[in-house]
């Protein structure tokens, strides 16, 4: 069986887990980057060791020469050379220094490969914490062990790349992890893909990240070709970051990727560029970056300062943004493009970075300005755009730039925002059209920057924020809902097939009030829900889907050993935007948002299916149970339903138990209670106190056997629900390739079909949420609260003067 995605990231995350609670993730990380290296490597150097081997076989070379052969690290090409110190059979047996058994591992491998020269030496197993050691002998040994339950080769993935993308969650836990330091070395995946889908890396090209971090930006431009259907292995990738420890990270993530050929350097971009060409620096089609925000620097033995021909910015007071931007410029073919991520700061700040800023404005290199929303990015809540710049801009957009405010479309995390699938194509959508999107994106001419003093503030240029809300004063003292306040919504209750008169009823020529069968605020919901308008269109939509699957199932279903997953994806958000044209409650970014949500989910198991097929491994185990085990899953839920009623029963023997301090009222409490009372009753001795304590001592008896009853019950769901799962597992090893398929494509439907729903609701709710306003603002008028106050204020008087008070 294949190794799944699933199960090497929760491998992975395991093992980082054994090791959390003992340090912070910027300390052991290196050591799981380590381990999972060391394996990866040593077990597809058995894979080559053994062709090797059979290949010289064959050629009936005798055992001494093929031995010798096997060795020889000449024999393998473009692949590590594993030493016998580091490969895994070895390290597997290790008991005694252990630490230092794997640091010459390390070391080994390091010599061995010209390639990997100060890639591995960072890592020490032996390192200390003041005098104790920080992972001691036992927990490596734990480690190696836990690493060892998978092999690492390429023959044992479900997709190619399924270690490189493990390995990109791995950095994303840790960066998780690391909060603050986690943007020192890793940039979020989806701010990543924004940017690559801006420049469009194509085939051929020489790309660069001039502060490349872990590598994401360059790896995810090679992925766009494979995604566009190129030829993702005509790309060249050059990266530099001044970190020793993230540069390592990132040879690790391009050799874990199969990317052997990645020119990566360690040293400060600003200081001492790495890439040299005809005595200059180098020159790329594309440049990509997340530059450290304002950081300070030194025009000290800076070499190549002719690549800042607009200026210097102050070395202190942590303003090097443009100097960043000005390296990238200058590192630019003639016809190349840049996408970088820079504080809001750049685009309005005075003295020389305005200076700098009106020079590159002039040149008329920047193609458009992107403001993001806040708290993408880990350790800094700066407020963040993006800058487009080309050294070829197209006709139509000589002499302007395109200004996008995205800063209000996002989801929300936990302790993160990050860019929806919908927000990056939507970015994309106006940004390749250079749409005019009411309060969203503005293609301004240059004449108008240079008027407001090459101030770029985005907000200057597009401006979203919400029109100001009516109030209208008649209203709110007398009641009725204003008639013009109505009609701003028609478009919306248009878009559902409804319209103002399903809700409302005249009171005036001015005003309206709610139908007199919206007698609560809680009716709302329930009359937009059953709304025949609504019904509908929900209707239209899962028959526009159901066609549209029918029709782009029949390629999926031609995927195994075909790789069309690029054009797929190509066409069919076409193709379903199409087939939704009908349904006006959506607009067309909501339609291709259904796709690319969907998209996520599936593309790695769109993937698997090319490489291994209908593997019974991307089939929920719920899927199974439906298809083929509906009798057994009945059962569950019977005694499901046997557990719920023993809970309720004994939730209400307990709640009548009276006793002094009802909030600790518990099942172990009130037991305990009960015994005390029982004993206190028992020692009194009397007829009456032994009466009582019989009636104790019976509800304390139901108590425990209803305890007792919960107690196998749950026993026997946790039998039957094993029972299931053995049955699932024995199920899925004689599947057809035909029931696995069906079961596949069924998984596949239902996730574009959940994604539909979920914006068709978000919409529904949108038409409840404004009519729910109007409620709670206009419904009770303050002259109803002034008469309710009066009558209660004369209720209080008539019984004040009824106790004898008077006024």
């Known amino acids: 069986m294949k190794i799944t995605l699933a199960q090497l990231e929760h491998h992975l995350f395991t093992?980082?887990?054994?090791?959390?609670?003992?340090?912070?993730?910027?300390?052991?990380?290196?050591?799981?980057?380590?381990?999972?290296?060391?394996?990866?490597?040593?077990?597809?150097?058995?894979?080559?060791?053994?062709?090797?081997?059979?290949?010289?076989?064959?050629?009936?070379?005798?055992?001494?020469?093929?031995?010798?052969?096997?060795?020889?690290?000449?024999?393998?090409?473009?692949?590590?050379?594993?030493?016998?110190?580091?490969?895994?059979?070895?390290?597997?047996?290790?008991?005694d220094n252990v630490g230092d058994e794997l640091n010459k591992a390390l070391g080994e491998l390091e010599a061995h490969n010209e390639e990997l020269t100060g890639v591995l030496k960072h890592i020490d197993f032996l390192a200390q914490i003041g005098t104790k050691r920080k992972v001691k002998d036992a927990q490596l040994v734990d480690l190696i062990h836990h690493f060892n339950k998978y092999r690492l080769t390429n023959e044992d993935f479900e997709f190619p790349d399924l270690l490189g993308a493990a390995y990109e969650y791995l950095i994303k836990d840790f960066a998780d992890s690391a909060g603050k330091k986690g943007g020192e070395f890793y940039t979020p995946a989806h701010v990543v893909r924004l940017l690559v889908h801006l420049i469009k890396p194509q085939a051929g090209m020489?790309?660069?990240?001039?502060?490349?971090?872990?590598?994401?930006?360059?790896i995810q431009s090679k992925q766009y070709?494979?995604?566009?259907?190129?030829?993702?292995?005509?790309?060249?990738?050059?990266?530099?970051?001044?970190?020793?420890?993230?540069?390592?990270?990132?040879?690790?993530?391009?050799?874990?990727?199969?990317?052997?050929?990645?020119?990566?350097?360690?040293?400060?971009?600003?200081?001492?560029?790495?890439?040299?060409?005809?005595?200059?620096?180098k020159k790329f089609d594309r440049v990509i970056a997340n530059p450290p925000f304002s950081q300070n620097y030194s025009r000290a033995s800076m070499e190549y300062p002719q690549r800042f021909r607009y200026g210097f910015a102050p070395e202190t007071g942590k303003k090097a943004d443009l100097m960043f931007v000005q390296h990238?410029?200058?590192?630019?073919?003639?016809?190349?493009?840049?996408?970088?991520?820079?504080p809001n700061g750049v685009l309005f700040r005075g003295g020389t970075e305005?200076?700098?800023?009106?020079?590159?404005?002039?040149?008329?290199?920047?193609?458009?300005?992107?403001?993001?929303?806040?708290?993408?990015?880990?350790?800094?809540?700066?407020p963040a755009c993006i800058l487009v710049i080309n050294k070829h801009k197209k006709k139509e957009t000589k002499g302007k730039i395109l200004f996008i405010n995205a800063d209000a479309e996002y989801g929300e995390?936990?302790?993160?925002?990050?860019?929806?699938?919908?927000d990056i194509e939507k970015i994309e959508y106006v940004f390749d059209r250079k749409i005019d999107e009411p309060k969203y994106s503005r293609l301004v001419d240059l004449s108008e920057i240079k008027k407001n003093e090459y101030n770029l503030n985005i907000r200057r240029y597009v401006d979203n924020s919400p029109d100001p809300e009516i109030e209208d004063v008649k209203a709110h003292l007398e009641g009725g809902i204003p008639k013009r306040e109505i009609t701003q919504f028609e478009s919306l209750f248009k878009k559902y097939k409804t319209k103002s008169s399903d809700f409302f009823d005249d009171i005036n020529v001015e005003y309206a009030k709610f139908k007199s069968d919206i007698s609560d605020k809680e009716d709302i919901k329930e009359l937009v829900g059953t709304h025949e308008g609504i019904l509908t269109v929900k209707r239209q939509a899962n028959k526009a889907l159901a066609g549209w699957w029918q029709e782009a199932r029949k390629k999926v279903e031609k995927f195994p050993k075909n790789n069309h997953v690029a054009e797929f994806r190509r066409k069919e958000i076409v193709s379903l935007k199409e087939a939704l044209s009908e349904i006006k409650t959506l607009d067309d970014f909501q339609k291709a948002a259904v796709f690319v949500n969907w998209w996520e989910g599936v593309r790695y198991d769109l993937k698997a299916i090319v490489t291994v097929g209908w593997s019974t491994s991307l089939i929920p185990d719920e899927y199974v149970k439906k298809a083929f085990f509906e009798k057994e899953l009945i059962e569950i839920e019977s005694i499901e339903?046997?557990?719920?009623?023993?809970?309720?029963?004994?939730?209400?023997?307990?709640?009548d138990v009276e006793m002094d301090d009802e909030e600790e009222k518990t099942i172990k409490a009130v037991k305990t209670y009960l015994k005390s009372q029982i004993d206190d009753l028992e020692d009194v001795g009397k007829k009456e106190a032994l009466e009582e304590a019989k009636k104790l001592e019976k509800v304390l008896t139901l108590i425990k056997d209803k305890e007792s009853k919960l107690k196998d019950t749950k026993r026997a769901l946790k039998d039957k629900e094993r029972e299931l799962e053995v049955k699932v597992e024995d199920k899925k090893k004689l599947f057809t390739e035909a029931q696995a398929r069906e079961l596949i494509l069924q998984k596949f439907f239902d996730g574009i079909n959940y994604q539909l729903e979920r914006y068709l609701s978000a919409e529904e709710k949108k038409v409840v949420s404004v009519l729910m306003h109007r409620w709670d603002k206009y419904q009770v008028p303050i002259s109803f609260i002034e008469s309710d106050r009066d009558k209660s204020t004369k209720k209080l008087f008539k019984f004040l003067s009824e106790l004898g008070y008077k006024k």
């Open 225 to 281: 070709l494979d995604e566009t259907g190129q030829d993702a292995k005509n790309i060249a990738l050059y990266g530099q970051d001044n970190n020793g420890t993230v540069w390592a990270i990132c040879k690790m993530n391009m050799f874990l990727h199969n990317i052997n050929d990645a020119q990566i350097e360690n040293e400060d971009t600003l200081q001492s560029p790495q890439f040299m060409e005809r005595g200059y620096i």
């Open 206 to 218: 020489y790309v660069y990240d001039p502060t490349c971090g872990s590598g994401g930006m360059l």
């Open 328 to 342: 990238m410029i200058a590192s630019l073919r003639d016809s190349g493009m840049m996408a970088t991520v820079m």
């Open 641 to 655: 339903i046997s557990i719920a009623n023993i809970q309720e029963a004994l939730g209400a023997i307990v709640e």
């Open 15 to 95: 093992a980082a887990d054994n090791l959390r609670g003992k340090m912070d993730a910027s300390e052991f990380k290196e050591y799981i980057f380590g381990m999972l290296f060391l394996k990866r490597v040593s077990d597809q150097f058995d894979v080559e060791q053994q062709a090797i081997r059979e290949k010289w076989t064959k050629q009936k070379l005798s055992s001494k020469q093929i031995e010798e052969l096997v060795d020889d690290p000449t024999q393998y090409g473009d692949s590590f050379y594993v030493p016998p110190k580091a490969r895994w059979e070895n390290i597997l047996v290790l008991h």
């Open 354 to 382: 305005k200076i700098i800023r009106e020079g590159i404005v002039n040149d008329d290199i920047i193609e458009a300005i992107i403001a993001l929303p806040q708290h993408l990015f880990y350790g800094t809540g700066i």
């Open 413 to 422: 995390g936990r302790n993160q925002n990050f860019l929806r699938p919908e």
